[in-house]
T-cell receptor, first 119, second 111 residues
Framework: GAVVSQHPSRVICKSGTSVKIECRSL??????MFWYRQFPKQSLMLMAT?????????EQGVEKDKFLINHASLTLSTLTVTSAHPEDSSFYIC???????????????FGDGTRLSIL | GNSVTQMEGPVTLSEEAFLTINCTYT??????LFWYVQYPGEGLQLLLK?????DKGSNKGFEATYRKETTSFHLEKGSVQVSDSAVYFC??????????FGQGTRLTINP
């Protein structure tokens, strides 16, 4: 089945550091990738949607300059948390969705998430 | 609005018990509906889905029926196992690709 790899799985860093999280689709071309944030014992909140080769679409309330998203290829999207602070600590999850020649509704495949802890 | 409401957890059951996790949605039209499962420290895995009214999704002994009359998509399993312990998320499709998730229900199965 479709596999999405997310790296790193866990990162701990000091306040003020910028952190990059990678999301790769391993066996399919991901025309669309999604970035979610999950607070402890809560649901996933969509942060942004990115289509390969174009700018990401951010959800209301998500700072574009804080959470930089790049989707430069059909198999890789990155989320960079710039100048991270303790309130940015969270579980970040990416998902990827492919496409078919005939179109249709392709499911999202999720990575295993990245636990970010800012000290 | 467009939302998904799940049964509040946590839910604790004994092995081989019957499971029901309720999920209702609000939407215009008939969106695709999903159940995802999240094991500790991992991302989400698609458990099952239904794309139109009266469809039944099933996988690994879990079932959910898309009921438009009650706008519900309740998850059921006849006999749960310890390995089913996880957080379960109900979700609906909004538009062509955006997923809207419920708040999640933590399930613990005791041997």
């Amino acid at each position: 089945g479709a596999v999405v790899s997310q790296h790193p799985s866990r990162v701990i860093c000091k306040s003020g550091t910028s952190v990059k999280i990678e999301c790769r689709s391993l066996d399919f071309q991901a025309t669309t990738m999604f970035w979610y944030r999950q607070f402890p014992k809560q649901s996933l909140m969509l942060m942004a949607t990115s289509n390969e080769g174009s700018k990401a679409t951010y959800e209301q309330g998500v700072e574009k300059d804080k959470f930089l998203i790049n989707h430069a290829s059909l198999t890789l999207s990155t989320l960079t948390v710039t100048s991270a602070h303790p309130e940015d600590s969270s579980f970040y999850i990416c998902s990827a969705r492919g496409s078919t020649v005939l179109g249709g509704n392709q499911p999202q495949h999720f990575g295993d998430g990245t636990r970010l802890s800012i000290l | 609005g467009n939302s998904v409401t799940q049964m509040e957890g946590p839910v604790t059951l004994s092995e081989e018990a019957f499971l029901t996790i309720n999920c209702t949605y609000t939407a215009t039209g008939y969106p695709s509906l999903f159940w995802y499962v999240q094991y500790p420290g991992e991302g989400l895995q698609l458990l099952l889905k239904a794309t139109k009214a009266d469809d039944k999704g099933s996988n690994k002994g879990f079932e959910a029926t898309y009921r438009k009359e009650t706008t519900s998509f309740h998850l059921e399993k006849g006999s749960v196992q310890v390995s089913d312990s996880a957080v379960y998320f109900c979700a609906r499709l909004q538009g062509a690709q955006k997923l809207v998730f419920g708040q999640g229900t933590r399930l613990t199965i005791n041997p």
